[in-house]
């Protein structure tokens, strides 16, 4: 049973960073494409906003889930697994 755990957390990190990945990707094409920013000040402006933001939203999210919304009585490997491979990386 850790060992699936385990698994899990790490199908979630790695669906984290692709979905990540392909929402930054779309983020800075828009100002690359209409010429606002060169693509390295794009990549480098996103990057130091994606890593500042929670200072200026805070844990909003994590504070509500975290607050009872959801019930971790009924979480188990059944919930967590079919959203995560669900999506296949690279496509829309």
């Given at each position: ?19 990540g990945f ?8 828009t100002v ?55 999506r296949v990386?690279?496509?829309?």
């Amino acid at each position: 049973m850790d060992l699936w755990i385990v698994f899990l957390i790490f199908l979630s990190l790695i669906f984290d960073f692709l979905n990540g990945f392909h929402d930054s990707a779309n983020s800075i094409a828009t100002v690359v494409s209409t010429r606002v920013l060169t693509p390295r000040q794009a990549v480098v402006w996103a990057a130091f906003f994606n890593f500042i933001a929670f200072l200026f939203f805070g844990l909003h999210v994590a504070g509500t889930i975290g607050k009872g919304i959801v019930d971790i009585s009924v979480i188990d490997s059944n919930i967590i697994l079919p959203p995560l491979s669900a999506r296949v990386p690279g496509t829309c």
